[in-house]
Protein backbone atom coordinates (compact mmCIF):
# COMPACT_ATOMS: atom_id res chain seq x y z
CA UNK A 1 0.00 0.00 0.00
CA UNK A 2 1.37 3.63 -0.80
CA UNK A 3 -0.50 6.75 -1.07
CA UNK A 4 -3.74 5.09 -0.32
CA UNK A 5 -3.20 2.92 -3.30
CA UNK A 6 -3.91 -0.68 -2.39
CA UNK A 7 -2.11 -3.41 -4.69
CA UNK A 8 -2.96 -6.76 -4.87
CA UNK A 9 -1.52 -10.21 -6.69
CA UNK A 10 -4.20 -13.03 -6.60
CA UNK A 11 -1.94 -16.36 -6.04
CA UNK A 12 -4.40 -18.61 -7.98
CA UNK A 13 -2.62 -21.60 -9.77
CA UNK A 14 -2.96 -20.24 -13.41
CA UNK A 15 -4.25 -16.67 -13.01
CA UNK A 16 -5.26 -15.43 -16.72
CA UNK A 17 -2.37 -13.74 -18.59
CA UNK A 18 -1.18 -11.11 -18.99
CA UNK A 19 0.63 -10.68 -15.57
CA UNK A 20 -1.11 -7.73 -13.80
CA UNK A 21 -1.67 -6.64 -10.65
CA UNK A 22 -4.91 -5.24 -8.76
CA UNK A 23 -4.90 -1.80 -7.53
CA UNK A 24 -7.76 -0.34 -5.20
CA UNK A 25 -8.05 3.43 -4.09
CA UNK A 26 -11.41 4.24 -2.62
CA UNK A 27 -14.05 3.71 -4.92
CA UNK A 28 -12.04 3.05 -7.59
CA UNK A 29 -10.37 -0.41 -8.72
CA UNK A 30 -8.53 -1.41 -11.79
CA UNK A 31 -6.32 -4.21 -12.77
CA UNK A 32 -3.00 -3.14 -14.31
CA UNK A 33 -0.88 -5.08 -16.41
CA UNK A 34 2.75 -5.39 -15.47
CA UNK A 35 3.94 -5.40 -18.92
CA UNK A 36 2.91 -2.36 -19.91
CA UNK A 37 0.72 -0.52 -17.71
CA UNK A 38 -2.48 -0.63 -19.35
CA UNK A 39 -5.57 -0.70 -17.59
CA UNK A 40 -6.93 -4.27 -18.30
CA UNK A 41 -10.38 -3.78 -16.37
CA UNK A 42 -11.42 -0.83 -14.32
CA UNK A 43 -10.72 2.78 -14.38
CA UNK A 44 -8.51 4.86 -11.31
CA UNK A 45 -7.63 8.43 -12.00
CA UNK A 46 -4.81 9.58 -14.04
CA UNK A 47 -2.81 10.64 -11.43
CA UNK A 48 -2.93 7.17 -9.68
CA UNK A 49 -2.91 5.20 -12.56
CA UNK A 50 0.53 7.14 -13.49
CA UNK A 51 1.67 6.21 -9.23
CA UNK A 52 1.26 2.80 -10.50
CA UNK A 53 2.72 3.01 -13.32
CA UNK A 54 6.28 4.10 -11.85
CA UNK A 55 5.97 1.66 -9.36
CA UNK A 56 5.47 -1.10 -12.01
CA UNK A 57 8.63 0.79 -13.75
CA UNK A 58 10.57 0.25 -10.86
CA UNK A 59 9.81 -3.03 -9.63
CA UNK A 60 8.65 -4.93 -13.41
CA UNK A 61 11.45 -7.77 -12.46
CA UNK A 62 10.35 -8.30 -8.56
CA UNK A 63 6.74 -8.41 -9.94
CA UNK A 64 7.09 -10.84 -12.63
CA UNK A 65 9.07 -12.89 -10.45
CA UNK A 66 6.05 -12.76 -8.35
CA UNK A 67 3.46 -13.44 -10.86
CA UNK A 68 5.47 -16.27 -11.67
CA UNK A 69 5.31 -17.90 -8.19
CA UNK A 70 1.68 -17.12 -7.85
CA UNK A 71 1.39 -19.17 -11.23
CA UNK A 72 2.75 -21.94 -8.94
CA UNK A 73 0.17 -21.52 -6.66
CA UNK A 74 2.69 -20.29 -4.14
CA UNK A 75 2.77 -16.96 -1.98
CA UNK A 76 4.00 -13.70 -4.08
CA UNK A 77 7.10 -11.61 -2.04
CA UNK A 78 6.37 -8.23 -0.69
CA UNK A 79 7.66 -5.28 -2.64
CA UNK A 80 8.55 -2.09 -1.66
CA UNK A 81 5.91 0.60 -1.83
CA UNK A 82 6.84 4.08 -3.75
CA UNK A 83 8.06 6.71 -1.40
Known sequence: ???GLLVRMYYAPKEHNP???HVVYQEQEAAVNVLD???IKGELS??????VQAWIE???EDLLADWQLCQNGEEPRPI???I
Open 19 to 21: PHI
Open 37 to 39: GSV
Open 58 to 60: IHR
Open 46 to 51: QRHLRL
Open 1 to 3: MFY
Open 80 to 82: NPL
